[in-house]
């Protein structure tokens, strides 16, 4: 309970809590992935609600995914790993050489981001979702965005 004392009369407010930092209640790094994923493919599948227009708007909703489906762990995490698994994939054994892991997740990105998708959102989604995994994966600049990301789902969710 907050109290605001002025000098003509107390009035009493009541404060709303936030237990243990949950801004979002009691909303876990699970739940927030569930969420995150329904309306990634609600807006893939063209909702009327959430749209996935362009080619950035995938690559965004892609990235944040991916993102928040590694920090939830668990069965969301083994998603996101195996689809990180699939870019790695995409971009080894090429006859150029190994980019890497960092090598992969810019790769992936900037082919998500660069290429001109037309109407087909899914794939530049997929690719960025790939892309933030490996990118968390492989440290230094290119898992900076992770990063934020993760801790400010983190910070929302009280993890």
């Known amino acids: 309970m907050l109290t605001i004392a002025s000098p003509a009369s107390s009035t009493t407010a009541l404060a709303a809590e936030i237990n243990g930092m949950q801004i979002l209640g009691a909303v ?22 959430i749209k996935i227009n362009t080619s950035d708007q995938a690559v965004v909703w892609g990235f944040i995914t991916g993102t928040l489906w590694v920090a939830a762990g668990g069965t969301w995490a083994d998603f996101a790993n195996g689809a ?3 870019g790695q994939g995409l971009t080894r054994d ?3 050489g190994d980019p890497g892991i960092g090598g992969s997740a810019i ?13 087909r959102m899914l794939w530049p989604a997929l690719l960025s979702l790939m892309g933030a995994v490996l990118a968390g994966q492989s440290g230094g600049l290119p898992a900076i965005a992770v990063n934020i990301i993760r801790t400010i789902a983190t910070k929302l969710t009280g993890g």
């Open 107 to 119: 790769a992936l990105l900037l082919t998500a981001w660069a290429w001109p998708w037309k109407k």
């Open 84 to 86: 990180g698994d699939i």
């Open 28 to 49: 876990t790094l699970s739940g927030l992935a569930l969420w995150c994923g329904i309306s990634f493919i609600a807006g893939l599948r063209g909702s009327g609600k």
């Open 94 to 96: 090429t006859g150029f």
